[in-house]
């Protein structure tokens, strides 16, 4: 199977294909996707929330993501893995965040990463990319910076925010990042992103006019049942699938059902 890479990213958008990607934690997890054909697996720092159980994706560490990356790159033999760089591990110090995704590429495996924010980080961005490590953008809706926004509605609907948004895109690819991830902003901003940029813009509640989508796989797979945002589409519900299966489970051992003689030695 060939590899997805950066070159074949762009070349996608060229033509008008569009970029299917989905998070991934875990090892079991990336080898069903991968093996389902998906083009982009993110190692999301969603991953505090969803695999740890956090409130924000704040607390994640750089070690954890390592972690988690690592699982999921062992799973893969055909999608182009990114990485997401957690917290504290890339702003204000672009020597760290150097040091953060060398740690991430050298020690995972991921063949890119990740990163929130704009022109505040263009540094690190610059000697990221120094190091010939692939960078994925990412902008409006920035998990990492939930404090400083107070919520998680719908950014840059303000004429300020929006310009400030698409100056913030045209950045990020002349510093060269390979893509561009649009979190919750409106369609027409994205659709508007995505035909100024020649890099890919993956959407996440940013509407149909862009390169590609995202979403975090435990939610589309309905593992995750309370977040239930309007650009959630659900593709099953394994949580209620799951929980009938253990359900009759607790109910054979409890009746002796299991095991029978022929799962028995
Ligand atoms: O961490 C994550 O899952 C993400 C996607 C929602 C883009 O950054
Ligand atoms: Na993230």
Redesign the pocket.
């Known amino acids: 199977v060939k590899l997805v890479t950066t070159h074949q990213l762009l070349a996608m958008k060229g033509r008008g294909e569009k970029i299917s990607m989905l998070?991934a934690y875990d090892f079991s997890m990336a080898t069903i996707l991968d093996g389902a054909g998906i083009d982009v697996l993110?190692v999301?720092?969603?991953a505090s929330n969803v695999m740890a159980g956090h409130e924000t994706?704040l607390p994640i560490t750089l070690d954890q993501m390592i972690y988690h990356a690592s699982s999921v790159v062992r799973g893969v033999k055909r999608a182009f893995v990114v990485v997401?760089m957690p917290f504290g591990s890339y702003q204000g110090n672009s020597s760290e965040a150097l040091r953060s995704a060398i740690r991430i590429m050298k020690e995972s495996g991921g063949h890119g990463i990740?990163v929130e924010g704009g022109a505040e980080i263009k540094d690190s961005i610059t000697r990221i990319l120094t190091a010939g490590i692939p960078v994925m953008g990412?902008l409006g809706l920035t998990p990492q910076s939930i404090y400083k926004f107070g919520t998680y509605s719908v950014r840059a609907k303000e004429e300020e925010e929006a310009q400030k948004l698409m100056e913030d895109a045209m950045l990020l690819e002349t510093l060269g990042c390979f893509a561009l991830?649009l979190?919750k902003i409106p369609s027409a901003l994205a659709k508007q992103v995505a035909e100024k940029l020649t890099i890919p813009v993956i959407g996440?509640g940013a509407g149909p006019d862009v390169d590609g989508q995202?979403l975090?796989v435990h939610d589309m797979l309905g593992i995750t049942k309370e977040f239930k945002p309007r650009f959630l589409r659900r593709y099953a519900d394994l949580g209620d699938t799951m929980h009938d299966a253990v359900q009759r489970y607790i109910q054979d051992v409890k009746s002796r059902d299991f095991p029978s003689t022929e799962e028995a030695y």
């Open positions: 998070t993110l999301g720092d969603s994706t997401d990740k990412h991830v979190e996440i995202v975090v």
